[in-house]
């Protein structure tokens, strides 16, 4: 079992940066592939990014490749987003997710099983 917490969230103009952090609770956080998701408003939500165990292994959505990074400090159980160039369009909720069962989890959020509560993302043009 692990609880997620996601903070960072807020009001950013076109072009500027945030940083999104998800600390986990529990002793195990190392062995969960870890990932970020988003949902818009009228939309489904959608990956994000992910990264593996010891996040070797990252992989990104197409939309946000080159902008976004995603990456974890196992000694404080946190996984990071951070996002620069941010545009209007990744206006969402953005929810961070483990998956206990694999060593990398991919793009399918069926294949994860805690989600947080979400952090809103706001970028204004």
């Known amino acids: 079992q692990v609880q997620l917490v996601e903070s960072g969230g807020g009001l950013v103009q076109a072009g500027g940066s945030l940083r999104l952090a998800c600390a986990a609770s529990?002793?195990?956080?190392?062995?969960?592939?870890m990932g970020w998701f988003r949902q818009a408003p009228g939309k489904e939500r959608e990956f994000v990014a992910t990264i593996s165990w010891s996040g070797s292994s990252t992989d990104y959505a197409d939309s946000v490749k080159g902008r976004f990074t995603i990456s974890r400090d196992n000694a404080k159980n946190t996984v990071y987003l951070q996002m620069n160039s941010l545009k209007p369009e990744d206006t969402a909720v953005y929810y961070c997710?483990?998956?206990?069962?694999?060593?990398?989890?991919?793009?399918?959020?069926?294949?994860?099983?805690?989600w947080g509560q979400g952090t809103q993302v706001t970028v204004s043009s």
């Open positions: 997710a483990a998956d206990g069962s694999r060593i990398y989890s991919g793009r399918y959020s069926a294949n994860y099983d805690y």
């Open positions: 529990g002793r195990t956080f190392s062995r969960y592939a």
